[in-house]
């Protein structure tokens, strides 16, 4: 039972490039989500799913993209890399049962763009 | 005003010390959480509570839904609990994160 798996750790782009990050729970969950963390900020949400098939958007949805063609993978795209995406993100999951469910994180990806 | 307050932002305390994080919410919510995020930047999850006191070790978590007001408390602080302790909310299935307590124990 790996738990939130996310890849990669550290990455490093420059501007106008894309990448994917990478999410995969194995705990059935139906909720994942994802977050930047910047300095002096909470976690904020980027982009979330409530099953497979379904994607919203979150606080800060703008220059990223996501999908969710199965329960256990969600992942990020960055469509192009501007410096303003540097950040810590997380992939998050938990089950979807009206709230109150304990949330499972990724261990975090440091991206620098420049 | 951030709809998740927490208090101090930063903490330090001598081994042993008993640690109190505070957080206070303006918006109604299912559940409150507590996260640890460590040095390495791993989160893990404390506590989840929708009501009262719940209790792991050393560490205790209680809240007051009429005060809008949660506490973490850590009884006998020692320098491996040096991490930032997060305060979440939870409304309407989406998660609503403070800016965490960066706390440091000195042996």
């Known amino acids: 039972n790996a738990g939130v798996t996310q890849t990669p750790k550290f990455q490093v782009l420059k501007t106008g490039q894309s990448m994917t990050l990478q999410c995969a729970q194995d705990?059935?969950?139906?909720?994942m989500s994802w977050y930047r963390q910047d300095p002096g900020m909470g976690l904020r949400l980027i982009h979330y799913?409530?099953?497979?098939?379904?994607?919203d958007q979150g606080e800060v949805p703008n220059g990223y993209n996501v999908s969710r063609s199965t329960t256990e993978d969600f992942p990020l795209r960055l469509l192009s890399a501007a410096p303003s995406q540097t950040s810590v993100y997380f992939c998050?999951?938990?089950?979807?049962?009206?709230?109150?469910?304990?949330?499972?994180f990724g261990q975090g990806t440091r991206l620098t763009v420049v | 005003k951030n709809e998740v307050e927490q208090s101090p932002q930063n903490l330090t305390a001598q081994e042993g010390e008993f640690i109190t994080i505070n957080c206070s919410y303006s918006?109604?919510?299912?559940?409150l959480h507590w996260l640890q995020q460590h040095p390495g930047g791993g989160i893990v999850s404390l506590f989840m509570?929708?009501?009262g006191k719940k209790k792991h070790g050393r560490l205790i978590a209680t809240i007051n839904i009429q005060e809008k007001h949660s506490s973490l408390h850590i009884t006998a602080s020692h320098p491996r609990d040096s991490a930032v302790y997060i305060c979440?909310?939870?409304?309407?299935?989406?998660?609503?994160f403070g800016t965490g307590t960066r706390l440091q124990v000195f042996p």
């Open positions: 509570l929708s009501s």
């Open positions: 705990m059935n969950h139906e909720y």
């Open positions: 918006v109604g919510i299912s559940a």
């Open positions: 979440a909310v939870e409304k309407s299935d989406k998660l609503i």
């Open positions: 799913s409530v099953g497979a098939g379904i994607t």
């Open positions: 998050a999951s938990s089950y979807l049962t009206g709230g109150n469910t304990e949330a499972f």
